[in-house]
């Protein structure tokens, strides 16, 4: 389950009660025979939970690879934006207005700001969520999954890539006690020592945290003040755990864990979720490999992402295009190649996951046309969208440098 998923899921048991807990945990789930799924939807499985959030992830990754989306998708993700700026996990009927019932949170808010922001062209989309995001900030300057609920670092990181996707400092966008984002990680770190320096989640009855992988790497990566997708970083030293009294320092805190963790693990992380004993936990190890990367340790980060290379086409192809996405962040984020990915072709499997990207339909259309043959306007065209990748990605490692 992916780092985000698992924040949902949680969220789910706070608002519903422990019988919503099964049903969000159902990534397989089939929806209804009698459900037809939108057709710029990316993915065939029930999209209440997570419809906005795979589709976010799958626009990005695409992106990210050189791909352009097709514009029903784009169309899609957009079209479940409530008028107050925020997203849902999934909307059925899109035409209806959002109402004090629809649970709009910042996680399908920020996944879908930062794909929106990484395709271009959709300013005001961004900038009405940017503002939502910043209407539910909690004092202490993070986020919780939903209004009004405590701040965690799953959904702290993730707000913190979608205001640096949007060019927004996360560092300058303060709650009305003046605190930012990173006023309120250094709170979600765990002390050293039992705790390993790793960013806490919360138990849902006590309130008390507990160390929790997929937390951290979203903490980490918070703390970096980075997105989904990052360049790798210069290699540095091998933090060493302190106090956490800044959140440059709970970042470092929580990468020793992460390190350590993995190290322990084979270069990979265990299912922590209920029942799923000596399960691998591809989707955390994922999250684990960017947020490495982003905080300057590549050979960890390389060494978990082979490790992926070699045992996560089975999970991929179960969980879906959300998946497929974080395993082209992780191949990114540590130069590799998500096109030949312990042998698989990532992004061709992420596209036929969904509508053919408009570059396969140009593809198609100059075959149709003539020659047999691929137009030379047609690589011009592929080669101006990588072009639009790369200076994203150049976009946001300069963001980093400034925060």
């Keep these: 389950m992916n780092v985000r998923r698992s924040a949902a899921v949680l969220a789910a048991v706070a608002v519903f009660g422990s019988a919503a807990a099964p049903a969000a945990f159902a990534d397989t789930a089939k929806p209804s025979p009698s459900a037809k799924l939108p057709s710029g939807l990316y993915g065939d499985k029930d999209p209440k939970f997570d419809g906005v959030f795979r589709q976010s992830y799958a626009l990005l990754a695409q992106d990210s690879a050189g791909v352009k989306p097709a514009a029903k998708s784009v169309d899609w993700l957009t079209g479940q934006q409530c008028a107050s700026g925020g997203f849902a ?16 949170d910042s996680n399908a808010t920020a996944a879908a700001v930062q794909a929106l922001a990484a395709l271009g062209g959709q300013d005001k989309t961004v900038k009405k969520s940017v503002d939502w995001l910043k209407s539910v900030q909690n004092t202490d300057g993070g986020w919780s999954y939903s209004p009004g609920m405590d701040s965690d670092a799953n959904s702290t990181g993730i707000v913190i890539g979608a205001l640096a996707a949007a060019d927004e400092n996360p560092r300058s966008v303060k709650s009305q006690d003046g605190k930012s984002a990173f006023d ?19 138990d849902m009855k006590t309130g008390k945290l507990s160390p929790n992988a997929d937390a951290t790497a979203a903490g980490v990566l918070g703390a970096q003040g980075a997105g989904l997708v990052v360049h790798p970083a210069e290699k540095e030293a091998a933090p060493k755990c302190a106090k956490a009294d800044s959140a440059e320092q709970a970042g470092a805190n929580g990468t020793g864990y992460l390190l350590k963790t993995l190290a322990e693990g084979d270069d990979h992380l265990m ?12 989707g955390n190890t994922a999250d684990s490999v960017v947020a490495l990367a982003a905080a300057g340790q590549p050979e960890q980060a390389k060494k978990s992402a082979q490790w992926l290379a070699k045992n996560s086409a089975a999970w991929a192809k179960t969980s879906g295009p959300a998946a497929y996405a974080q395993l082209i962040f992780a191949a990114h984020a540590t130069g590799l190649d998500p096109r030949d990915f312990g042998g698989a072709d990532l992004v061709k499997q992420l596209n036929a996951q969904g509508p053919a990207p408009q570059a396969t339909e140009q593809a198609a259309d100059e075959k149709k046309d003539g020659d047999g043959g ?9 080669g101006l969208v990588f072009g639009a990748g790369i200076g994203f990605l150049l976009s946001s490692r300069n963001k980093k440098s400034q925060l």
């Design 89 to 104: 996990a999934y909307r059925a009927d899109a035409g209806e207005p959002c109402d004090s019932k629809t649970m709009v």
């Design 184 to 202: 309120a990680l250094p709170k979600l770190a765990m002390d050293c020592g039992k705790d390993g320096g790793a960013f806490g989640l919360a």
């Design 271 to 282: 299912s922590s979720l209920p029942g799923a004993k000596n399960m691998p936990d591809p």
């Design 374 to 382: 691929v137009s030379v306007w047609w690589i011009i065209g592929v």
